[in-house]
Nanobody
Framework: VQLQASGGGSVQAGGSLRLSCAAS????????VGWFRQAPGKEREFVAA????????YYADSAKGRFTISRDNTKTTVYLQMNSLRPEDTAIYYC???????????????????WGQGTLVTVSS
């Protein structure tokens, strides 16, 4: 499956952005879709994930209460609604998908098979 992330941009602290991850070549049916981010000089870190089957969601502590991951009924797009953005949220955001990831590995980027190209989010103070 090919993934296309979009929706990044520049906002001031406290603002909002909605990122989209669109699938092509295959739907997200039976996939787990995750959002990760990587700031300059830092490792890629988990932000949120959603299990397509059942719709369970998972969040990093830094994202809880501010970010919401969701899916559309066409099974081709996953969203990350980001509210109350902070300067430390500045990073390149990537979406990833995997058909067989286990729960204990859902926060591990190396466990995801498919990756999008990333979209830059810049939050200014």
């Amino acid at each position: 499956v090919q993934l296309q992330a979009s929706g990044g941009g520049s906002v001031q602290a406290g603002g909002s952005l909605r990122l989209s991850c669109a699938a092509s070549g295959r739907t997200f049916s039976r996939q787990t879709v995750g959002w990760f981010r990587q700031a300059p000089g830092k490792e890629r870190e988990f932000v949120a994930a959603i299990r397509w089957s059942g719709g369970s969601t998972y969040y990093a502590d830094s994202a809880k209460g501010r970010f919401t991951i969701s899916r559309d009924n066409t099974k081709t797009t996953v969203y990350l609604q980001m509210n109350s953005l902070r300067p430390e949220d500045t990073a390149i955001y990537y979406c990833a998908a995997d058909p067989s990831i286990i729960l204990s590995s859902i926060r591990v980027p190396q466990q995801y098979e498919y990756w999008g190209q990333g979209t830059l989010v810049t939050v200014s103070s």
